[in-house]
């Protein structure tokens, strides 16, 4: 298997996801991938524990994609190898009553990272500019100043909007928190066989909803408002990576290799040193243990 890169799939400048491939022909073996995939893990189940003795930063990742691309199997897979306390998965549906009291981005702030863990955005804070686009009707929800109606919502409100995400990321990551973004390029080919597996297998009945036959018809609406968003947001400090995922296995390993890879950029994650003083006296700690 050819090695990852992350600048490979790193978005720097202005892309096209209609000129970028949804599946990378890789030659290796459902095998390989995911030996491949379980070295990584422990390689992130051990970082992460580094983390939390160092206690400086958390990790934000972020997951977006159309339905069926794989983002919750890939948490399943990815993370499992991670202590339980060391990373929290939060999944963005629909704001409820509470959420609408507030602005946008609150119920994100509250699921931040604490420093040492990992947090896992399942759908982000990019929905506002995404499902919102392809219906701008919800944002009346938000009950927001001088928007009455969905005509009063301008290009300018979703300008002003990509500022603020902006924004907020360039805030968090100014006090410890490391964001990267994943976008699961999906076909829409590859989206139909996965939802009519849904159907076919009973097993997978379960994760069937008309809502989302309802939201393939708006592909090309999505398409386009995903690629301006990846275009308008992704930064140095907050990147997009574009993940070819129609082979789902090779989109895990893809996803964990580039985690590492740009967790090593972070040198001064160490565990830290007990003070010299408390070294010194281990011997006495032992003798007084053994003598109990």
Same mark, same amino acid.
């Given at each position: 298997?050819?090695?990852?890169?992350?600048?490979?799939?790193? =978005?720097?400048?202005?892309? #096209?996801?209609?000129?970028?491939?949804?599946?990378?022909?890789?030659?290796?073996?459902?095998?390989?991938? !995911?030996?491949?995939?379980?070295?990584?893990?422990?390689?992130?189940?051990?970082?992460?524990? *580094?983390?939390?003795?160092?206690?400086?930063?958390?990790?934000?990742?972020?997951?977006?994609?159309?339905?069926?691309?794989?983002?919750?199997?890939?948490?399943?897979?990815?993370?499992?190898?991670?202590?339980?306390?060391?990373?929290?998965?939060?999944?963005?549906?629909?704001?409820?009553?509470?959420?609408?009291?507030?602005?946008?981005?609150?119920? $994100?702030?509250?699921?931040?990272?604490?420093?040492?863990?990992?947090?896992?955005?399942?759908?982000?804070?990019?929905?506002?500019?995404?499902?919102?686009?392809? &219906?701008?009707?919800?944002?009346?929800?938000?009950?927001?100043?001088?928007?009455?109606? =969905? !005509?009063?919502?301008?290009?300018?409100?979703?300008?002003?909007?990509?500022?603020?995400?902006?924004?907020? !990321?360039?805030?968090?990551?100014?006090?410890?928190?490391? *964001?990267?973004?994943?976008?699961?390029?999906?076909?829409?080919?590859? +989206?139909?066989?996965?939802?009519?597996?849904?159907?076919?297998?009973?097993?997978? $009945?379960?994760?069937?909803?008309?809502?989302?036959?309802?939201?393939?018809? $708006?592909?090309?609406?999505?398409?386009?408002?995903?690629?301006?968003?990846?275009?308008?947001?992704?930064?140095?400090?907050?990147?997009?990576?574009?993940?070819?995922?129609?082979?789902?296995?090779?989109?895990?390993?893809?996803?964990?290799?580039?985690?590492?890879?740009?967790?090593?950029? &972070?040198?001064?994650?160490?565990?830290?040193?007990?003070?010299?003083?408390?070294?010194?006296?281990?011997? #006495?700690?032992?003798? +007084?243990?053994?003598?109990?």
């Amino acid at each position: 298997m050819k090695s990852i890169n992350p600048d490979d799939f790193k =978005v720097v400048g202005k892309i #096209e996801l209609s000129k970028i491939p949804t599946n990378l022909f890789n030659e290796a073996s459902e095998d390989d991938k !995911e030996e491949k995939l379980d070295k990584v893990q422990a390689k992130l189940s051990e970082l992460q524990d *580094v983390m939390y003795a160092h206690n400086k930063y958390g990790v934000l990742i972020c997951l977006q994609g159309m339905d069926t691309s794989g983002k919750d199997s890939l948490i399943r897979e990815v993370f499992k190898e991670f202590n339980p306390r060391g990373v929290v998965v939060s999944s963005f549906k629909t704001p409820n009553s509470a959420e609408l009291e507030h602005d946008y981005l609150w119920r $994100h702030y509250l699921a931040l990272p604490e420093k040492g863990k990992f947090a896992v955005f399942n759908r982000t804070h990019y929905e506002n500019v995404l499902v919102t686009r392809v &219906h701008p009707e919800y944002i009346l929800s938000e009950n927001l100043p001088g928007i009455e109606k =969905v !005509e009063d919502i301008t290009p300018v409100f979703w300008e002003n909007r990509m500022d603020q995400i902006n924004n907020f !990321e360039k805030h968090i990551s100014q006090n410890g928190t490391i *964001v990267m973004k994943f976008y699961f390029h999906l076909s829409k080919e590859e +989206q139909r066989k996965r939802l009519l597996r849904r159907l076919e297998e009973e097993e997978h $009945h379960w994760k069937f909803s008309p809502g989302d036959m309802k939201e393939r018809e $708006h592909w090309e609406d999505y398409m386009k408002f995903y690629e301006e968003a990846i275009n308008e947001t992704s930064t140095e400090i907050a990147p997009w990576y574009i993940i070819p995922a129609d082979d789902k296995e090779m989109a895990r390993y893809i996803v964990a290799k580039i985690i590492w890879e740009e967790m090593q950029k &972070h040198t001064d994650i160490k565990e830290p040193e007990l003070d010299e003083k408390v070294k010194a006296n281990f011997e #006495e700690y032992k003798k +007084q243990l053994e003598m109990e």
